[in-house]
């Protein structure tokens, strides 16, 4: 047999377990009372004795009724009889306010298990009407700081982060596809212009081909962004040991071709011994992203800086350019995925595609720089000067620690390459 939804409800479970509570209490106490009552009276049905009827005379003589006869009983007998019919009596009002009682507790339970219960269907109701679109409502419930006051403050910070983490995936999904268009548009254009037609002179369709291929490899690079934000963001992870020296060295080995074109000169320094736990292919990217950047922002002919080394139990990794250098009011947002700056100085949130015009485009590479240190306890910080330079600094936990060496709370702030000059 199915229960109807109303005493399926928890509602409806709370107010008999109330009730039963409640009863089972009152029968406890009743019950005792009832039997330390019985053993402190010692209640007997009443002992009749029959005795004939009699009258006296005038002469005061007792003189019997004939065939008449009276129940007579000892003065004992009477006070136990009067004591059972007392517990009796007991009994029976016992049982009839038991029931009584039993239907009020009913209603008071139903009654107070809906007041108990009333935040649980406006978190409920909230509930229901949330969608993934909007994720803007909140429970907001008032009230004594109780149970029910922290689940709902719970699910509101829940609901939150939710709403944050969704318009950070709506973002990067809007950007993404604005950053590929374009590329995608100037092969579309190139290919429909040029390379589809064949009587295109040579040399139009040998400029043609290298457009299509600088764009191929924009695209490229942003999707292999993509990728790295969402494999750091999976726990698939295993850390190790790393040896953040051989990480900038071998990231400084693959750049100095490219920073030899552009006649830049590639200085290491690169302490042994600082080591760092986690993942060396992260942080080889964090390293690329940063190395590329200052191979396209530095200015001709100017002085790179790799280093690498520990200060206050912090590993760190350090890259110095001789570039446009990055605005005050830019520096805490050049992290932020696709952010764009002013039209006159943009923050190097990737490299430009023209290192002689020091534009800056938007992508994801210092995003990645930023989502990897702090993924790994740490945290990644700049310092830059307008028309001189910028230094990105990676701090991480060192876990080649002495028994002398402490870790501070917090990394440095200074540069730990010092000033420039």
Same mark, same amino acid.
């Given at each position: 047999?199915?229960?109807?939804? =109303?005493?399926?409800?928890?509602?409806?479970?709370?107010?008999?377990?109330?009730?039963?509570?409640?009863?089972?209490?009152?029968?406890?106490?009743?019950?005792?009372? +009832?039997?330390?009552?019985?053993?402190?009276?010692?209640?007997?049905?009443?002992?009749? !004795?029959?005795?004939?009827?009699?009258?006296?005379?005038?002469?005061?003589?007792?003189?019997?009724?004939?065939?008449?006869?009276?129940?007579?009983?000892? $003065?004992?007998?009477?006070?136990?009889?009067?004591?059972?019919?007392?517990?009796?009596?007991?009994?029976? +009002?016992?049982?009839?306010?038991?029931?009584?009682?039993?239907?009020?507790?009913?209603?008071?339970?139903?009654?107070?298990?809906?007041?108990?219960?009333?935040?649980?269907?406006?978190?409920?109701?909230?509930?229901?009407?949330?969608?993934?679109?909007?994720?803007?409502?909140?429970?907001? $419930?008032?009230?004594?700081?109780?149970?029910?006051?922290?689940?709902?403050?719970?699910?509101? %910070?829940?609901?939150?982060?939710?709403?944050?983490?969704?318009?950070?995936?709506?973002?990067?999904?809007?950007?993404?596809?604005?950053?590929?268009?374009?590329?995608?548009?100037?092969?579309?254009?190139?290919?429909?212009?040029?390379?589809?037609?064949?009587?295109?002179?040579?040399?139009?369709?040998?400029?043609?081909?290298? !457009?299509?291929?600088?764009?191929?490899?924009?695209?490229?690079?942003?999707?292999?962004?993509?990728?790295?934000?969402?494999?750091?963001?999976?726990?698939?992870?295993?850390?190790?040991?790393?040896?953040?020296?051989?990480?900038?060295?071998?990231?400084?080995?693959? +750049?100095?071709?490219?920073?030899?074109?552009?006649?830049?000169?590639?200085?290491?320094?690169?302490?042994?011994?600082?080591?760092?736990?986690?993942?060396?292919?992260?942080?080889?990217?964090?390293?690329?992203?940063?190395?590329?950047?200052?191979?396209?922002?530095?200015?001709? %002919?100017?002085?790179?800086?790799?280093?690498?080394?520990?200060?206050?139990? =912090?590993? =760190?990794?350090?890259?110095?350019?001789?570039?446009?250098?990055?605005?005050?009011?830019?520096?805490?947002?050049?992290?932020?995925?696709?952010?764009?700056?002013?039209?006159?100085?943009?923050?190097?949130?990737?490299?430009?595609?023209?290192?002689?015009?020091?534009?800056?485009?938007?992508? $994801?590479?210092?995003?990645?720089?930023?989502? !990897?240190?702090?993924?790994?306890?740490?945290?990644?910080?700049?310092?830059?000067?307008?028309?001189?330079?910028?230094?990105?600094?990676? =701090?991480?936990?060192?876990?080649?620690?002495?028994?002398?060496?402490?870790?501070?709370?917090?990394?440095?702030?200074?540069?730990?390459?010092?000033?420039?000059?």
């Amino acid at each position: 047999m199915k229960l109807p939804l =109303w005493a399926q409800t928890i509602r409806f479970r709370l107010t008999l377990t109330y009730s039963a509570v409640l009863i089972a209490l009152s029968a406890l106490l009743l019950g005792g009372v +009832y039997v330390a009552l019985s053993q402190i009276l010692e209640p007997k049905p009443l002992d009749q !004795i029959p005795v004939k009827k009699y009258y006296k005379d005038a002469h005061g003589n007792i003189q019997l009724k004939q065939g008449e006869v009276i129940q007579a009983a000892e $003065l004992s007998s009477v006070q136990s009889a009067v004591n059972y019919q007392t517990l009796q009596t007991l009994r029976d +009002y016992s049982a009839a306010g038991m029931g009584a009682l039993f239907l009020v507790s009913l209603g008071t339970g139903w009654w107070l298990s809906g007041r108990v219960l009333r935040p649980v269907r406006r978190i409920t109701a909230t509930a229901q009407e949330i969608s993934a679109t909007d994720l803007s409502r909140r429970i907001a $419930l008032e009230g004594p700081h109780d149970e029910l006051r922290n689940l709902a403050d719970t699910v509101d %910070g829940m609901l939150g982060r939710l709403e944050t983490a969704f318009l950070t995936q709506r973002q990067l999904v809007d950007d993404a596809s604005h950053e590929l268009r374009n590329p995608l548009a100037v092969i579309q254009a190139n290919v429909d212009a040029v390379l589809a037609h064949d009587d295109t002179p040579p040399d139009d369709r040998a400029q043609a081909t290298a !457009i299509v291929g600088r764009a191929i490899q924009r695209m490229t690079r942003l999707v292999e962004d993509l990728l790295a934000s969402a494999r750091r963001s999976s726990p698939a992870f295993v850390d190790a040991d790393v040896d953040l020296a051989t990480i900038a060295g071998e990231a400084a080995e693959e +750049y100095e071709l490219l920073a030899a074109d552009r006649e830049l000169h590639v200085v290491r320094r690169l302490s042994p011994g600082p080591t760092a736990a986690g993942d060396a292919s992260a942080l080889r990217r964090a390293v690329d992203n940063l190395l590329s950047n200052a191979v396209r922002l530095a200015r001709g %002919g100017s002085e790179l800086v790799l280093a690498v080394g520990s200060r206050n139990g =912090w590993a =760190w990794i350090a890259i110095r350019d001789e570039g446009p250098g990055i605005a005050p009011d830019d520096a805490d947002r050049v992290f932020d995925r696709f952010y764009r700056a002013g039209q006159q100085q943009p923050p190097a949130t990737v490299p430009p595609t023209d290192p002689s015009t020091g534009q800056r485009r938007a992508g $994801l590479g210092l995003a990645i720089v930023r989502q !990897i240190a702090e993924s790994h306890g740490g945290t990644v910080t700049l310092h830059s000067e307008l028309g001189i330079g910028t230094t990105f600094v990676i =701090w991480l936990p060192e876990r080649s620690l002495t028994n002398t060496t402490r870790r501070t709370p917090t990394p440095p702030t200074e540069d730990p390459l010092g000033p420039r000059g």
